[in-house]
Nanobody, 126 residues
Framework: QVQLVESGGGLVQAGGSLRLSCAASGGTFSRYNMGWFRQAPGKEREFVAAISWSSPSTYYADSVKGRFTISRDNAKKTVHLQMNSLSPEDTAIYFC???????????????????WGQGTQVTVSS
């Protein structure tokens, strides 16, 4: 079972950037699809981005496409989310997640992700 720890959240002004990181320990990181999700107050957790274990291929929610970039470093067992042009609507707790079942990515299928980090708060002020 992989353990995930997020970092890099914080307070940023609208239009600014943040880079989130997720460090993995245990398991076979290079064989896992990885994802970022977020949850705003009073809302359900939603898909942000995912990266497959092979190729790798990337997938994004329409709301972040062109602004966010997901990447991974298998040697360091880390996955990153570069977030640019942030807006107050991006304010949420951001969670890193792993799909350990060695299957194709199904973007947005939150139930495919079976290991989660504790989350990191991102707050964008207007």
């Amino acid at each position: 079972q992989v353990q995930l720890v997020e970092s890099g959240g914080g307070l940023v002004q609208a239009g600014g950037s943040l880079r989130l990181s997720c460090a993995a320990s245990g398991g076979t990181f290079s064989r896992y699809n990885m994802g970022w999700f977020r949850q705003a107050p009073g809302k359900e957790r939603e898909f942000v981005a995912a990266i497959s274990w092979s190729s790798p291929s990337t997938y994004y929610a329409d709301s972040v496409k062109g602004r966010f970039t997901i990447s991974r470093d298998n040697a360091k067992k880390t996955v990153h989310l570069q977030m640019n042009s942030l807006s107050p609507e991006d304010t949420a707790i951001y969670f890193c997640a792993a799909d350990q079942q060695f299957r194709p990515v199904v973007p947005g299928r939150i139930t495919n992700f079976d290991s989660w980090g504790q989350g990191t708060q991102v707050t964008v002020s207007s």
